[in-house]
Nanobody, 122 residues
C-alpha cells in the first residue's frame, strides 16, 4: 500500500525559511513525478512545484524565485525549500505522487499525503 507523509511544517516569522519533506513508501517504480500543492483558507488547492524522476522541475511562476523543489538519492523523498516567506504563504501544503513528466493538475496525481500546516506570521 502506498503511503505519502509530509513533515516540516510549522510556525515561522515573515522572511524566514522552512523546509518541507515528503516521504513516499510502497511505490514499485521510481518513474513518477512528485509535486507540492497548497491550500489556503477560503481558496482552492493550487499547484506549487513538481519534480520528475530525472530531476526536471517546474514551478508556478509566482513561486520559482523563493521555493526550490528537490529529490534525494532514495528517489522516493521530495523536499520543498521555502525562503523569504510571507503571510500569504500560509496554507496546508500537500505532497502528491503523479503521473507524467510534469503534472500540474490535481487529477494527474494518484496518491496524496494528509498535508502539513505552514503558518507565516508578521
Amino acid at each position: 500500500q502506498v503511503q505519502v507523509v509530509e513533515s516540516g511544517g510549522g510556525l515561522v516569522q515573515a522572511g524566514g525559511s522552512l523546509r518541507l519533506s515528503c516521504a513516499a513508501s510502497g511505490l514499485t517504480s521510481i518513474e513518477y513525478s512528485m509535486g507540492w500543492f497548497r491550500q489556503a483558507p477560503g481558496k482552492e488547492r493550487e499547484f506549487v512545484a513538481v519534480i520528475n524522476w530525472r530531476g526536471g522541475t517546474y514551478y508556478k511562476d509566482s513561486m520559482k524565485d523563493r521555493f526550490t523543489i528537490s529529490r534525494d538519492n532514495a528517489k522516493y523523498m521530495v523536499y520543498l525549500q521555502m525562503s523569504s516567506l510571507k503571510p500569504e504563504d500560509t496554507a496546508v501544503y500537500y505532497c502528491g505522487v503523479g503521473n507524467g513528466w510534469a503534472p500540474v493538475a490535481q487529477s494527474d496525481y494518484v496518491y496524496w499525503g494528509q498535508g502539513t500546516q505552514v503558518t507565516v506570521s508578521s
